[in-house]
């Protein structure tokens, strides 16, 4: 009988036929590869992504962004603002070729066509190498869209005076402050006064809250005649001894919420 004759040998899918060694592969034999994704290139990127993650929370906390009040639908003069990631778009829809009967190229043909380049970029220059000066093509577009993006950004915010914006539309909260309906002057700010800033001076839609303002009784009574920022002259239309009343009104209201 022959060495070997007769015998069978059975297969285990479950058993691999080359043992795989628990030492990394050497990824210098790789073009542009120098080490291991898991757990090398992975855990450089889980620090460096939480360095940034602390530094923007730091921020945060240090300059908190400016808030604005809840929307009025009543306020026809409130111009409203997108999120500070979406000014850019916001921006390229002033310009003329992206506006007016052209406003279908400004919210979907430039944008996509600018989104769509930098999806394929990975694709359209797929060279081995990783420095710069090797994906030409892909640096390039991801320049010019960063170039882009930031420019628009800048443009849209830069004209935005945005402490005074948040501090003009700020959340006003409900007076607890009890107004005295028998005051000589409270007659003069229902008539000139209350369908802008409201019953209670809590102030609604462009019109501040009168509860809690830093001014003068001579500053008060210049405003209600020559107006502030939003708010027009001549508001104000009853005689300087009215006028008078109406500032004690808003100044005695003030010094009762203190």
């Known amino acids: 009988m022959h060495k070997g004759k007769g015998m069978k040998f059975v297969g285990d899918s479950r058993v691999t036929a080359e043992r795989t060694s628990q030492i990394p592969k050497d990824y210098s034999e790789y073009p542009g590869r120098t080490e291991a994704f898991w757990p090398n290139f992975l855990l450089k990127e889980w620090l460096a992504g939480s360095v940034f993650l602390v530094g923007f929370l730091c921020l945060t906390l240090a300059h908190p962004s400016p808030l604005e009040g809840i929307a009025d639908p009543t306020n026809a003069a409130y111009i409203p603002l997108p999120d500070w990631y979406f000014l850019f778009l916001y921006e390229l829809l002033k310009y003329e070729f992206a506006s007016g009967p052209y406003v279908i190229m400004g919210i979907l043909v430039l944008p996509g066509l600018a989104f769509g380049a930098l999806l394929l970029a990975p694709f359209l220059d797929n060279g081995p190498g990783r420095r710069p000066h090797q994906r030409p093509i892909a640096v390039i577009m991801m320049l010019l869209g960063l170039i882009s993006v930031s420019w628009l950004t800048y443009a849209s915010a830069a004209h ?49 809250g009168l509860i809690g303002i830093d001014y003068s009784a001579e500053e008060i009574a210049d405003i209600a005649r020559n107006g502030i920022n939003t708010m027009p002259a001549d508001q104000f239309t009853g005689s300087d001894e009215d006028l008078e009343k109406l500032v004690d009104f808003i100044i005695t209201t003030n010094e009762q919420a203190e």
């Open 160 to 208: 935005v005076d945005w402490e005074t914006r948040a501090e003009e539309n700020k959340p006003i909260p409900p007076s607890s402050v009890e107004i005295d309906t028998e005051h000589e002057g409270y007659a003069f700010y229902e008539e000139n006064c209350m369908s802008c800033h409201g019953g209670e001076l809590e102030g609604g839609g462009a019109a501040p």
